[in-house]
């Protein structure tokens, strides 16, 4: 019975140290080169926003899911995508639009950076542009926009980007 139990204790504590070893190979790899790419196009936006946007709002002919969000998907599904999001919040030639998207990736990626970011953002940046549907606000309070982010009105639009994804799955799959 003992020697059955130090080999499990054995087979266990394999198991965690191999686990340790890939995710500190894992944590050495550097960010990918296609990462760096999107954070250097974020950085110059000077819109923020999530969805479509443009003339007769969603889902209108003329509205569009901007280039920029697409971006934002690409660093968040980029190797370390909080390392990234910190490097466009600390990016010198960032516009307060392009430091909301870094704040926006943080909240989903590194809580404490967010956590810690966020007073600095509210406290150097007054306002930022925003759209939504076929509106342009041009002077959001910047604490007002790290409140949604605090409420998690990101989470939501990844909910909600995801079922819009499931219908238009569902649409292609019946030919509609």
Request: hydrophobic content about 40%.
């Amino acid at each position: 019975m003992n020697r059955q139990r130090r080999l499990w204790t054995l087979i266990v504590a394999s198991i965690f140290f191999g686990a340790a070893v890939l995710y500190g190979c894992y944590q050495a790899l550097p960010v990918t080169e296609h990462g760096r790419e999107l954070v250097g196009k974020l950085a110059s936006v000077n819109t923020f926003s999530f969805g479509s946007v443009g003339l007769a709002g969603p889902p209108g002919p003329g509205a569009v899911i901007p280039e920029r969000e697409d971006w934002f998907f690409g660093v968040l599904e980029s190797r370390h995508p909080h390392r990234l999001f910190r490097a466009l919040y600390e990016h010198d030639q960032s516009t307060p639009e392009a430091r909301a998207y870094a704040l926006a990736g943080l909240r989903l990626t590194d809580t404490r950076a967010f956590r810690e970011l966020a007073p600095h953002y509210v406290a150097t940046t007054p306002t930022l542009q925003r759209a939504g549907g076929c509106y342009v606000y041009p002077e959001v309070a910047a604490s007002d926009f790290v409140q949604a982010l605090t409420e998690g009105k990101m989470e939501e639009y990844l909910r909600l980007r995801e079922q819009m994804r499931e219908r238009e799955m569902e649409h292609a799959q019946h030919g509609e």
